[in-house]
């Protein structure tokens, strides 16, 4: 099966899909990761494996400057605290107890080890926890909390992992850790700032939707990169830029620019972020595939996902029912 044949599927299969599932009012997110289960099992279907690099330097900057760009400015203010609870400490604990359950159920697996798989596993995904939430009837200033934690715990959770991974080749202290976060944090935070400020005044010089949203397809890729050159965090500086680029667009460029922008920027997400939980789906086979492969049992391995999804959510309640309690 060619690549366009599967891109051109793959297409009609989101569409289909989240047609339906607002019919049904069910979740899309989770309607196409079923779907993608479904036909991982076709016969036929291809094995589709993508490297974590293209997702994470060619999906994941997009997908995040888009939900910063559309973000209020002043709920994200409003609610910092609460955001930086869920997307930093929330995460560190996350990464913590699951790191723990994994070295207890895992033989053979070292502490970092563990840790980087319980980093892998702490964010939360903005993109399914807001549409449930919405589903559910949840508060605005709740949902909007939601929004901002996934703008900003894959970035803790990606700087979390790269420790974790440097600890297995070598020692690595608790406090190289920490420095290691904060400088992450405040290089992230002045790149993105600045390529934030620079290309609202390119795109306000410009004066034509077309060029505007042109270079603005480059934006979320011209804040990673040197982030990531300088060894901070890529993500973080895509979520500063978009939130700079949130506030102060509306006092610099035009409002048809950024009615076109927004037009073609939501389809260019919704496509990538429909794509990603069909793939979650399709990966299934594979998966289960390498299990068998290596002589394991599917059941230990569900059980062992079950578990690790069950410690974090109950890792969550703990955290966010007195955090909620608080603000109300």
């Known amino acids: 099966m060619s690549l366009t044949l599967i891109a051109i599927l793959g297409v009609l299969s989101i569409v289909v899909v989240t047609a339906f599932s607002k019919r049904l009012g069910l979740a899309a997110p989770l309607a196409l990761v079923v779907v993608g289960i479904g036909l991982s099992y076709l016969p036929g279907t291809p094995d589709i494996e993508l490297e974590p690099e293209l997702i994470l330097a060619g999906v994941l900057p997009p997908l995040l400057y888009s939900a910063a760009v559309d973000m209020p400015g002043q709920d994200f203010r409003r609610n910092l605290k609460a955001i930086s609870g869920l997307a930093v400490v929330l995460v560190v604990l996350t990464t913590l107890g699951a790191g723990a359950l994994f070295h207890q159920v895992l033989p053979g697996i070292e502490w970092p080890a563990a840790f980087a798989l319980g980093a892998v596993i702490s964010p939360t995904d903005a993109v399914a926890a807001t549409s449930i939430g919405k589903k559910l009837g949840l508060p605005p200033r709740v949902v909007t909390m939601l929004e901002g934690e996934g703008l900003v715990n894959d970035a803790s959770s990606l700087v979390l992992l ?91 460029i035009a409002a048809r620019d950024r009615w076109v922008e927004s037009m073609n920027w939501r389809t260019i997400a919704f496509l990538m972020e429909s794509g990603i939980f069909l793939l979650m789906g399709l990966s299934l086979k594979p998966l289960t595939d390498s299990v068998q492969d290596d002589g394991r049992s599917i059941g230990h391995a569900i059980a062992i996902g079950v578990l690790a999804a069950v410690a974090v959510v109950l890792l969550r309640l703990l955290f966010v029912v007195p955090l909620v309690a608080m603000i109300r």
């Open 162 to 252: 790269r420790s974790a991974v440097a600890a297995i080749a070598s020692s690595v202290s608790i406090w190289s850790v920490a420095g290691n976060f904060v400088r992450s944090v405040v290089i992230a935070v002045v790149v993105g700032a600045v390529v934030g400020m620079v290309m609202v005044r390119v795109r306000a010089a410009l004066r034509d939707p077309m060029l505007s949203t042109a270079i603005s397809f480059a934006v979320p890729f011209i804040s990673f990169l040197p982030a990531e050159e300088l060894h901070a965090s890529g993500v973080l500086a895509v979520v500063v830029t978009g939130l700079v680029i949130g506030r102060e667009g509306p006092r610099r």
